[in-house]
């Protein structure tokens, strides 16, 4: 399964995309992480040490060229293979999850350099490595350019994250058009930043007069303000707050819609591991657990 966060600058999409593919990880699922904003800091949210994070080779719009198929046809090609990727520009995270890093313009200095070009080098990696893991999770830079671009189109899941005021469910309903209009088979609202009864009532409304499905509600969560504060990844800051809870919820729901798991390496025996620790939380299940 391909997923990918979107949404409207800061409503949550590379906590979303970080802590789920931790989730999923930690539940014995290979995971491939794709950071495609040009301002990357997923490896953070993965609970990477900012040292570490540091020393990521990003991978450059090169990687990707235009070659003639068989029948003539020009054809996005990547020009190493998935082994030589991995081995070149992975980096290790927690749970075993690979990350790689993408989107710098061509030069590597912000405000210069053409953007197209990395657009396509993040759709042509997304498609190239989707034999890699049985998940990639791509946290995506903020707004509608990649969608336009087309850059998310071989995605096969998208979450749209927003939070509950009108401006980010706007950008949300375009964003989820915008997906459609790309043929993405499985798109999904994630609710965040979920406080009071009323934020809930608002995304409801709006999602059901726009035909939006909600795959999960995560609360407005003082750890992972918390987390933020004191620079650390939300789920290693608190594993078991409601917040990861309900994060945690919207992974089963994926990882029981993939049906076409490929996966590299046996799972280890850590699988489910999460779910038992939360099994004991079940009982305070929060407004995540709403509207299932
Ligand atoms: N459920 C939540 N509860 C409380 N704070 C949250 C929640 N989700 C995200 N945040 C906080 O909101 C801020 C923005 O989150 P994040 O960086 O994940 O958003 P983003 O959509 O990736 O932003 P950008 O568009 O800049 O890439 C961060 O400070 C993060 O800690
Ligand atoms: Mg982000």
């Known amino acids: 399964m391909k997923i990918a966060t979107v949404g409207k600058g800061g409503s949550g999409k590379t906590t979303i995309a970080g802590t789920l593919a931790r989730l999923l990880a930690g539940d014995g699922h290979k995971v491939l992480a794709i950071d495609g904003d040009p301002n990357p800091n997923l490896a953070l949210t993965l609970g990477m040490a900012r040292d570490e994070a540091d020393k990521i080779n990003y991978i450059p719009p090169s990687i990707m060229e235009m070659k003639k198929d068989s029948d003539g046809n020009l054809k996005l090609s990547m020009t190493v293979s998935e082994e030589e990727l991995i081995g070149t520009y992975a980096a290790s995270a927690p749970e075993n999850i690979d990350l790689i890093v993408m989107g710098m313009p061509a030069d590597g200095s912000a405000g210069s350099g053409c953007m197209c070009s990395s657009h396509r080098a993040v759709r042509g990696v997304i498609t190239e490595m989707s034999a890699y893991g049985e998940f990639t999770v791509t946290d995506m830079e903020a707004g509608l350019e990649h969608l336009k671009r087309g850059t998310a189109a071989n995605v096969d899941t998208m979450l749209v994250?927003?939070?509950?005021?009108?401006?980010?469910?706007?950008?949300?309903?375009?964003?989820?058009?915008?997906?459609?209009?790309?043929?993405?088979?499985?798109?999904?609202?994630?609710?965040?930043?979920?406080?009071?009864?009323?934020?809930?009532?608002?995304?409801?409304?709006?999602?059901?007069?726009?035909?939006?499905?909600?795959?999960?509600?995560?609360?407005l969560e003082e750890q992972f303000i918390e987390a933020e504060r004191q620079a650390k990844a939300p789920i290693d800051f608190d594993s078991k707050c409601a917040g990861t809870k309900a994060i945690y919820d919207i992974s089963l729901k994926l990882a029981d819609m993939d049906i076409n798991k490929r996966s590299l390496q046996p799972l280890p025996d850590k699988a489910n591991a999460y779910a038992k620790g939360f099994a004991e939380g079940q009982a305070k299940a929060d407004l995540s657990t709403k509207g299932k």
């Open 161 to 219: 994250v927003v939070e509950p005021y009108y401006r980010s469910l706007e950008a949300g309903a375009r964003t989820a058009s915008l997906s459609a209009e790309l043929e993405i088979p499985n798109i999904f609202v994630v609710a965040n930043k979920v406080k009071t009864e009323a934020d809930k009532t608002a995304i409801d409304q709006f999602c059901e007069q726009h035909d939006l499905t909600i795959i999960g509600y995560v609360p």
